[in-house]
């Protein structure tokens, strides 16, 4: 039999930790009662399963009982005797001798105890019965803790709720925990529990919770559990989610109704639930929650009554005596703003929806269509159009339904609601063919709009057709809707749909057009092709003259330049482009072609000019009111702000961006690049805790999967700055995983370059050679001047290090150099960087490095990036070390290790500290080691600290310095520990770094 539960418990956190505080408080003599309300089937049981075993795992003894729904008030002491009878079966001859001398008022809970005594049933038996109860559980909890549970508080009876609150009240010093459950939602203003809940609230030691329903995620999580290997994809668990709520048994009623292939209906065990009380209704009652049911998840009184008064039924007494009775039955509830109604539950009116007749629910749509078209103001403006296409749609009148639902798409799209807008737009698909010519001809509206789609290609006045609205207007419409709801795939396939009934004979521009679509769809989900559809729409445009369609491949192809392939060829034809645009009248294909143009002006030394450039794009694209260029040239605008050092002019532009999508509907499609330039923004500002907060706070956004390395580089940052590198690594993985960003240079340059940090760390110089290969093999390097200036440098340290010398590291070495000559620094920062990879190559060649470090100090204290700046200073710290001249050192340690720890970079501020307690310069109030070589390394520690930067294993140290292997392994491991470092190959970077014994390192040349 398939599971419907789903086998891991999920979310309850808050819960799980709130009951397990108060069992902690119980089991220390302080007994404690939490009474847990929600609604049906939100997991109070579940949780309260879960609760008691992991309190019996924990050394406690339970008892679960439930009230029993049986009349207005139930059975007497029903769950109380249930437990009892558990505990009984536990705990036998232990539960007897507690109860010894109290059997016979006891038995009238549980008549295992024996014959109830003769007295009276008096208001004193009552007292002595609940007395006695409660000695029993003193006496039981003397050598124990106990968790007595009861469910379904909600039909429990008065005897039943007051000797619980006798006992909260009177078990001062007993391990005893009281756990309740009861339903919010069958709690009348007059039900009996309301008064007892308060009551009880007051207490100090009773605590009250509801539970919430689940959020996605934890729907998400609640699916995989019980469908497993079968655990259907986004889009389905994004229905499950908006259908159930979030209710935990109606999640689990979905999924089986998904196992079994029928997710559009809901099951007959969920219906026959919910329509119990419906059912229980008087028949008047039931028509109208049946009418209620169709007109949404929320009806207007007004519109309400216009139906019921078109079907015939009584007036308006007899409407507000049957609502109070639903209102009163809880099926119905008033809505916040008091001018309708709404079901309890969404599943509610969908069970009650899907009991109708075909013929019923047809008839009751058809009537709430005629009605609302008879007088619109019914219902709420901004609903109108959409409300009004379901009706007629759920009427099948598809003549109706079909003008319905275009009217509704157009509304959709100028609400920025771009997935509604295609819902609507595919219904229209859908329709088309089952409506007649003579409706098609006469009762659609004309042609919205889709970006730059050409509607008529016909000469002037000899229009064949298409100066009313066609199927391909209404497929170009949805390919755009799709691409702008970040639903690219769907997209793709309205596109191919399109091309075939386009002829490209015929009609040359609309071709052209849909395969532009298909251009940037690819494009962006990194999938190839993209560039084959530009080329093929400049053959297919070549001879027809300037055209927005020419206007728009050419802007495509200089973007996939780039991105791609920044060259001449990208330059000309962005500014092919720009004129092209401008001179068919396209305002927003010409700002696009801005954008990019200063793009590549910016990667090609006219930074200025490419500022100058991007921010009149912002603007001009402002006044446009177009919020997708507006919103690209923000993002652009904020990394090459960011390329040239300017981090907080970054972050602003970054942050502008991110507001201007989520105010148009954008986030999903632009939301993940704008949040990660924010983040390395941020980042490069030293505002380390701020980037963090951004980045986990997109977590909870909805997820576009377009620029997931980018988040996970980012990540990966964030973990090396704090000394992570095993995080680092699995980040890092990711990143890489995903191949770099798609091929783009701006992706896969950063993410070789943490990579390659990574490996000097850790001290695997093969590792960051690879990984140094495979950046510079895989990637066009045109104009990636400030993206290969870091990667270098790091990669050179990583090749300095490395002593003695192997082949592959000089040509390794050789390379880097090459590159190097051929970069050409356009700003502060770059020439920081530029010094210092000149450094670390003078370093690795064994020539003097003071002068580049003091370049790079002095350029970097002008670009004001604390990362790269305490990297300058911490090397020239090391130059002044090494020339005897401590003070020097001493104050360029102490500014390296401030700015760390202003960024949060433990990692930099380390290997400030272990410098400086190296040259005995007290950097920190307390030195992390003894005294010595500031290290607190002994002088055999040396001898092996020696060895292992020669790579050498335990063995070979072994036989140099005539000691056994364990000996050897023994010192590794204490130097591992003195050095905070997480394997060998690290510890021997370090000492390289710290230059533990510069007699290793290549002799200096020259002065």
């Known amino acids: 039999m398939e599971q419907t539960v789903s086998p891991v418990f999920v979310g309850r956190g808050r819960e799980t930790d709130l009951l397990g505080a108060a069992l902690g408080r119980a089991r220390a003599g302080e007994p404690q009662a939490v009474l847990v309300g929600g609604e049906a089937g939100v997991g109070k049981t579940r949780l309260v399963e879960e609760f008691l075993a992991q309190a019996e795992a924990d050394g406690a003894v339970t008892a679960l009982g439930a009230c029993l729904e049986v009349g207005a008030e139930g059975l007497p002491y029903a769950p109380l005797s249930a437990a009892l009878r558990r505990l009984h079966r536990r705990l036998g001859p232990e539960l007897d001798a507690a109860a010894a001398g109290l059997e016979g008022h006891l038995a009238r809970l549980l008549p295992d105890f024996g014959e109830a005594d003769g007295e009276g049933n008096d208001e004193y038996g009552r007292a002595r019965l609940f007395e006695h109860t409660a000695r029993l559980f003193e006496r039981l909890t003397e050598d124990r803790t106990l968790v007595l549970a009861v469910e379904d508080l909600h039909w429990s009876d008065r005897s039943t709720r007051e000797l619980l609150a006798y006992l909260v009240r009177t078990l001062h010093r007993s391990r005893v925990l009281i756990v309740t459950t009861y339903r919010t939602d069958d709690l009348h203003r007059r039900h009996p529990l309301r008064p007892f809940l308060a009551e009880l609230e007051r207490l100090r030691t009773v605590q009250r919770h509801e539970l919430d329903r689940l959020d996605r995620p934890e729907v998400a999580a609640q699916l995989a559990g019980i469908l497993g290997p079968e655990t259907p994809g986004r889009d389905v668990v994004?229905?499950?989610?908006?259908?159930?709520?979030?209710?935990?048994?109606?999640?689990?009623?979905?999924?089986?109704?998904?196992?079994?292939?029928?997710?559009?209906?809901?099951?007959?065990?969920?219906?026959?639930?919910?329509?119990?009380?419906?059912?229980?209704?008087?028949?008047?009652t039931q028509r109208i929650v049946r009418i209620a049911a169709e007109g949404g998840s929320r009806i207007e009184h007004a519109l309400l009554a216009a139906v019921?008064?078109?079907?015939?039924?009584?007036?308006?007494?007899?409407?507000?005596?049957?609502?109070?009775?639903?209102?009163?039955?809880?099926?119905l509830r008033p809505d916040t703003d008091g001018e309708g109604y709404r079901f309890r539950h969404a599943l509610v009116r969908e069970a009650v929806s899907d009991d109708l007749l075909p013929g019923e629910r047809q008839g009751i749509n058809r009537r709430f269509a005629t009605v609302l078209e008879a007088d619109p103001e019914l219902v709420r403006a901004e609903q109108r159009t959409a409300r009004l296409a379901d009706y007629w749609y759920h009427a099948h009148q598809p003549a109706r339904a079909l003008p319905a639902a275009l009217d509704a798409a157009r509304d959709a799209r100028r609400r920025n609601a771009f997935a509604e807008q295609l819902k609507m737009l595919e219904r229209a698909i859908e329709l088309w063919d089952t409506v007649s010519e003579q409706?098609?001809?006469t009762t659609l509206r004309p042609y919205d709009w889709a970006d730059t789609y050409p509607p008529c290609a016909c000469d002037d006045g000899e229009h064949d057709g298409c100066d009313r609205l066609q199927l391909v207007d209404v497929l170009a419409e949805a390919v755009v809707a799709a691409r702008r709801a970040g639903d690219r795939d769907r997209g793709?396939?309205?596109?191919?749909?399109?091309?075939?009934?386009?002829?490209?004979?015929?009609?040359?521009?609309?071709?052209?057009?849909?395969?532009?679509?298909?251009?940037?769809?690819?494009?962006?989900?990194?999938?190839?092709?993209?560039?084959?559809?530009?080329?093929?729409?400049h053959r297919l445009v070549q001879d027809l003259g300037p055209s927005v369609v020419q206007a728009e491949a050419l802007s495509l192809e200089a973007a996939h330049g780039l991105l791609r392939n920044p060259g001449p060829a990208a330059v000309a034809a962005a500014e092919r482009a720009v004129a092209v645009a401008r001179q068919v009248g396209a305002p927003s294909i010409e700002v696009h072609a801005r954008v990019t143009l200063a793009g590549l002006l910016g990667d090609f030394d006219e930074g200025e000019r490419a500022v100058d450039l991007l921010t009149e794009?912002?603007?001009?694209?402002?006044?446009?009111?177009?919020?997708?260029?507006?919103?690209?040239?923000?993002?652009?605008?904020?990394?090459?702000?960011?390329?040239?050092?300017?981090?907080?002019?970054?972050?602003?532009?970054?942050?502008?961006?991110?507001?201007?999508?989520?105010?148009?509907?954008?986030?999903?499609?632009?939301?993940?690049?704008?949040?990660?330039?924010?983040?390395?923004?941020?980042?490069?500002?030293?505002?380390?805790?701020?980037?963090?907060?951004?980045?986990?706070?997109?977590?909870?956004?909805?997820e576009a999967d377009t620029h997931g390395e980018f988040m996970d580089r980012l990540r990966g940052e964030l973990a090396l700055l704090r000394g992570d590198t095993a995080e680092a690594e699995i980040h890092w993985a990711a990143a890489h995983a995903s191949g770099g960003g798609g091929a783009q240079p701006q992706h896969v340059l950063p993410t070789a370059a943490l990579g390659i940090r990574l490996a000097v760390r850790l001290g695997r110089p093969d590792q960051a050679r690879a990984r140094l290969a495979e950046a510079l093999d895989g990637t066009v390097l045109a104009g990636q001047d400030g993206h290969l200036l870091p990667l270098l440098t790091h990669a050179a340290e990583a090749e300095a290090d490395q002593h003695p010398r192997t082949p592959e590291g000089e040509a390794a070495l050789a390379r880097i150099a090459d590159l190097a000559a051929r970069l050409n620094p356009r700003c502060a920062l770059h020439r920081g960087w530029a010094a210092l990879l000149a450094g670390e190559l003078a370093r690795?060649?064994?020539?003097?490095?003071?002068?580049?470090?003091?370049?790079?100090?002095?350029?970097?204290?002008?670009?004001?990036?604390?990362?790269?700046?305490?990297?300058?200073?911490?090397?020239?710290a090391e130059d002044a070390a090494a020339s005897g001249d401590r003070d020097r050192a001493a104050e360029l340690l102490r500014e390296a290790a401030e700015l760390a720890r202003r960024r949060g970079d433990l990692t930099t501020r380390r290997d400030a500290d272990l410098l400086a307690d190296r040259l005995g310069l007290g950097l920190r109030a307390t030195p992390a080691h003894g005294p010595g070589d500031g290290l607190g390394l002994t002088p055999r520690e040396r001898d092996v600290l020696r060895q292992l930067t020669l790579g050498r294993s335990n063995r070979q140290i072994a036989e140099h310095l005539f000691i056994s292997p364990k000996t050897a392994s023994v010192h590794v491991s204490n130097?591992?520990?003195?050095?905070?470092?997480?394997?060998?190959?690290?510890?021997?970077?370090?000492?390289?770094?710290?230059?533990l014994f510069p007699e290793e390192e290549p002799a200096t040349q020259g002065s």
């Open 308 to 331: 019921v008064a078109e079907s015939g039924a009584g007036g308006e007494d007899a409407l507000i005596s049957a609502l109070r009775t639903a209102v009163g039955a809880n099926i």
């Open 844 to 876: 690795a060649a064994g020539r003097p490095t003071a002068e580049h470090r003091h370049t790079a100090v002095a350029e970097l204290r002008a670009a004001a990036l604390p990362g790269p700046l305490s990297l300058a200073l911490l090397r020239a």
């Open 238 to 284: 994004d229905r499950i989610h908006r259908r159930s709520e979030g209710n935990p048994f109606f999640v689990e009623e979905l999924a089986a109704a998904y196992r079994d292939g029928c997710l559009a209906c809901v099951t007959e065990s969920l219906r026959d639930i919910l329509l119990v009380r419906v059912e229980a209704l008087p028949e008047e």
């Open 617 to 702: 794009a912002v603007e001009q694209a402002h006044r446009l009111g177009n919020d997708d260029v507006h919103v690209r040239s923000l993002n652009n605008l904020a990394s090459l702000l960011l390329s040239y050092g300017r981090a907080e002019e970054a972050v602003t532009a970054a942050r502008t961006g991110l507001d201007t999508a989520r105010r148009s509907g954008l986030l999903l499609n632009t939301g993940p690049i704008l949040t990660g330039n924010l983040a390395e923004a941020l980042l490069a500002a030293g505002r380390t805790e701020e980037a963090a907060a951004v980045l986990a706070d997109w977590d909870d956004k909805p």
């Open 439 to 441: 409706a098609l001809a």
């Open 975 to 995: 130097i591992l520990a003195k050095l905070a470092v997480g394997g060998r190959g690290e510890a021997a970077a370090l000492a390289h770094r710290l230059r």
């Open 492 to 537: 793709q396939n309205l596109a191919r749909r399109a091309l075939s009934q386009v002829d490209e004979a015929r009609n040359p521009l609309r071709a052209a057009w849909f395969r532009l679509q298909r251009a940037k769809m690819l494009d962006q989900l990194k999938r190839s092709g993209g560039l084959e559809e530009i080329q093929y729409v």
